[in-house]
């Protein structure tokens, strides 16, 4: 995930997963070329267990470079209260304009028994939009802040409630973080913040 913000108030999020495809393809590539060299050079029948390998191994290697491959481009205009979003799958691609106003919440989805591993949805009237449809690992909060940042510039509300920033450090596994700031801001005893927290 690559995010930039502009002196402007705009927002430019971009999400790759490109490496894994072009890694798959370059190997299928190695496959084809080894397909001429037994041909060509070793003399080896075109039926013949190396080369049928290899044709194998470069069509697996080519269907799921294909599959992998993704990206897509979030651009947050504050000015136009506009987003303008770009998504590339399977070397497909869809795009589309939302009108601020259309935007109705924006949601982190986070992968089952991994609370680092997240997906950044858009909900609309008439559709849902991933972000990306792989998780990506966040590890310092830049997620949650991205999420805030953007409710800001579409005018949704955030809700910066101490329970609600104590359960996002209890969901990132960092119990004692969330019970700090429970303590710290609502005056309870370490075990009446365990039970507030429910843990």
């Not at 109705?104 to 909900?123: F, G, H, V």
């Not at 005018?155 to 359960?167: E, H, M, T």
């Amino acid at each position: 995930m690559h995010i930039e913000r502009y002196d402007n108030g705009n927002i430019e999020i971009n999400f790759s997963f490109f490496i894994l495809s072009y890694l798959a393809l370059i190997s299928a590539l190695c496959c084809l070329i080894g397909i001429g060299y037994f041909w060509v050079y070793k003399d080896l029948n075109i039926f013949s267990m190396q080369i049928i390998g290899l044709v194998l191994a470069a069509l697996v290697l080519s269907i799921s470079g294909t599959i992998i491959y993704e990206s897509s481009n979030f651009i947050f205009n504050k000015e136009k209260s506009e987003l303008h979003w770009k998504k590339k799958k399977y070397f497909l691609t869809k795009r589309g304009i939302i009108p601020f106003h259309d935007i109705q919440e924006i949601k982190i989805d986070r992968a089952d028994n991994n609370a680092k591993e997240m997906r950044i949805y858009i909900l609309t009237p008439k559709k849902v939009i991933s972000m990306s449809d792989s998780h990506t690992i966040s590890t310092n909060y830049d997620i949650e802040e991205l999420v805030g940042e953007v409710k800001s510039i579409t005018g949704l509300s955030i809700d910066v409630s101490a329970k609600s920033r104590a359960n996002i450090l209890l969901e990132l596994g960092q119990t004692k973080g969330a019970l700090d700031i429970i303590r710290e801001e609502m005056n309870m005893s370490l075990e009446e913040a365990k039970d507030y927290l429910g843990i």
